[in-house]
């Protein structure tokens, strides 16, 4: 019979099998982390209004989502304050994911409840009405633009820690100067490829505006609206006139960074607008001036995507 090892040994055995255990326990926590965060390298967008050192940064995923969320109140005709308001709830909520899990039966960017008469759980999974709803709560509270914006968040959401959505508000706040557009060229992302490996194409493009945004984004030129080139990966966005002066600066930047807020799920890869352009191709250097063309082209929104 052999002899048994010693208790010193065993321990000592014991204790290496810990720590092995504890590094793969927080090796697994750190990939779950770098693919839900998205780790050094990963694809990033970054926010940061002229003459601002300070800069938020998020995923392609967040991006997105908060693009739709402004522009479901960019539909709707609701201000800047709204969209703050919507963007540091869903921040709170979902880390701006739309998440298809949370507390009891919460689901969705805004973690609404089916049980609270919210909707189905498949409408509330669709952001483009999740933020509907949110808006739709916010448009009743009196005065919800003059309240501090977790009074109004609470309101719509009855949290139980309403205090929360306080220290998102900055970052709200800049993010909402990117996407109206008030802020030119405030957002860019490095490239995002999608990994579904589904075409791309302006009439994908056009879809999406319009469910987002309304069909008044695109003229009535036919069916699909827009102005397409490039064997139907090229579409052009006119900018909504604004009087005699011509065209408005601001909804084309929201318009712009709408799409490149989408450009990895939507495979665009060049956008360009009032003199400056952003390509996937080289999308570390952010939007880039060019050669000054056309009035039209400086005017309207061009977006060509993959094929």
Same mark, same amino acid.
């Given at each position: ?129 999740? %933020? ?5 709560? /916010?448009?009743?509270?009196? +005065?919800?633009?003059? &309240? !501090?914006? =977790?009074? *109004? $968040? ?47 194409? %302006? ?5 999406? /505006?319009?469910?987002?945004? +309304?069909?008044?984004? &695109? !003229?009535? =030129?036919? *069916? $699909? ?69 056309? $009035? ?12």
């Amino acid at each position: 019979m052999s002899a048994q090892p010693s208790a010193p040994i065993r321990r000592k055995r014991l204790w290496r099998t810990a720590a092995a255990f504890a590094v793969l326990i927080g090796l697994a926590v750190y990939l779950v982390v770098q693919y839900v965060t998205g780790g050094p390298g990963a694809p990033r967008c970054t926010v940061r209004a002229e003459g601002d050192a300070k800069a938020y940064e998020l995923s392609p995923e967040q991006a997105a989502n908060a693009a739709t969320i402004s522009a479901v109140a960019s539909s709707r005709g609701l201000p800047e304050r709204a969209v703050t308001i919507a963007l540091a709830t869903a921040m709170q909520e979902s880390g701006l994911r739309n998440i298809d899990f949370g507390d009891r039966d919460s689901v969705g960017l805004f973690q609404q409840r089916p049980s609270q008469d919210w909707g189905t759980v498949k409408q509330i999974l669709d952001p483009v009405y999740s %933020a509907g709803e949110f808006y739709r709560h /916010l448009a009743k509270v009196p +005065g919800y633009s003059r &309240l !501090p914006l =977790t009074v *109004a $968040a609470q309101k719509v959401q009855r949290s139980g820690y309403p205090q929360a959505y306080a220290k998102h508000e900055a970052h709200a706040a800049l993010l909402t100067g990117a996407l109206t557009g008030r802020d030119q060229a405030a957002m860019s992302c490095t490239q995002s490829r999608p990994v579904d490996g589904q075409p791309g194409g %302006a009439a994908k493009v056009r879809e999406r /505006l319009v469910r987002e945004f +309304g069909p008044e984004v &695109l !003229p009535r =030129t036919g *069916a $699909a609206g827009g102005r397409s080139a490039g064997g139907g990966r090229g579409l052009t966005v006119p900018v909504r006139q604004a009087g005699a002066e011509g065209a408005d600066p601001r909804r084309g930047w929201e318009l712009a960074t709408w799409a490149i807020a989408h450009s990895a799920e939507l495979r665009i890869e060049q956008i360009s607008y009032a003199g400056r352009t952003w390509t996937a191709a080289d999308s570390g250097k952010g939007w880039q001036r060019k050669a000054a063309g056309s $009035a039209a082209a400086a005017r309207d929104v061009r977006i060509i995507t993959a094929q």
